[in-house]
């Protein structure tokens, strides 16, 4: 496991005198600094809009597991045949001295332990959120493979061995079978028409503001921003595929990237 790194970047009310720094454990990958997690994108953003001091202890997918137990951490949750399920992110926080796993999770308990940051659940909209949240996940499956695989070429091998062990079973076929070269125009085609699903809801703002919420940023713009980021990442910032996402929606996600880069 590598050493705890520094991460703080976004400025607020709170500084490293006001309180000590929380460690969030994040996923590591071929690009250094850059997780491929879209469920630790979500912490990162969220810690950073918040001010919240914090250091980054990267982890593989094997070392989990061990972390949780070393740590005496309580699983996440369980899988359906009952054996624990552990999982990142997960953030420890010194002054409460709570290990916090899942990242809806650990948002809400930011919101709740410090109220006198931005609340990524603002006016209380959770309810409405949570239904933007569950229509995103619903717009999903015509990109799965898409995703997966987008994850999968910038794990590092560590990872990627244990990703592809748990992964390929249920998809019936190797990684590397996943997205084949004459099926790129077809699989960008179909992400694009799940991001005109979101561009609809967000069109709905009337063009105040490049969040769902106008200029008001929300948990549902970091769940968006949290899923291109890995495509990012992945692609590159300069490739080709990342210039023409960005170019969908009268370039609605450059906007939206463009304006959370702070809180990367």
């Given at each position: 496991m590598s050493l705890i790194e520094p991460?703080?970047?976004?400025?607020?009310?709170?500084?490293?005198?006001?309180?000590?720094?929380?460690?969030?454990?994040?996923?590591?990958?071929?690009?250094?600094?850059?997780?491929?997690?879209?469920?630790?994108?979500?912490?990162?953003y969220c810690l950073?809009?918040?001010?919240?001091?914090?250091?980054?202890?990267?982890?593989?997918f094997p070392e989990i597991v061990p972390l949780y137990e070393r740590l005496g951490v309580t699983p996440t949750l369980k899988k359906?045949?009952?054996?624990?399920?552990?999982?990142?992110?997960?953030?420890?926080?010194?002054?409460?001295n709570k290990y916090i796993s899942d990242s809806v999770v650990i948002a809400e308990y930011l919101d709740t332990q410090y109220p006198q940051t931005p609340s990524v659940f603002p006016n209380n909209t959770t309810g409405l959120i949570q239904a933007f949240s569950e229509a995103t996940r619903a717009y999903m499956p015509p990109v799965r493979d898409f995703l997966i695989w987008t994850i999968f070429v910038k794990l590092n091998p560590p990872s990627a061995v244990y990703f592809r062990n748990q992964r390929e079973p249920s998809l019936g076929k190797r990684m590397e079978d996943l997205v084949l070269d004459n099926q790129i125009a077809a699989i960008m085609d179909d992400f694009k028409g799940v991001l005109g699903k979101l561009d609809a809801l967000y069109s709905k703002n009337r063009g105040k503001g490049p969040y769902?919420?106008?200029?008001?940023?929300?948990?549902?713009?970091?769940?968006?921003?949290?899923?291109?980021?890995?495509?990012?990442?992945?692609?590159?910032?300069?490739?080709?595929?990342?210039?023409?996402?960005?170019?969908?929606?009268?370039?609605?996600?450059?906007?939206?990237?463009?304006?959370?880069?702070?809180y990367e």
């Open positions: 991460d703080f970047k976004a400025s607020n009310s709170y500084s490293r005198q006001d309180t000590m720094s929380i460690i969030f454990y994040d996923l590591a990958s071929t690009s250094p600094g850059y997780s491929m997690s879209t469920n630790t994108w979500r912490v990162r950073n809009y918040k001010g919240l001091p914090f250091t980054t202890e990267w982890v593989e359906p045949d009952g054996s624990p399920l552990c999982t990142v992110p997960m953030i420890y926080d010194p002054t409460t769902i919420m106008g200029d008001v940023l929300s948990w549902a713009d970091i769940l968006v921003a949290s899923l291109l980021m890995c495509f990012r990442v992945s692609a590159g910032e300069d490739s080709q595929r990342w210039k023409e996402i960005t170019s969908w929606h009268g370039r609605r996600w450059a906007i939206l990237m463009e304006s959370l880069k702070k």
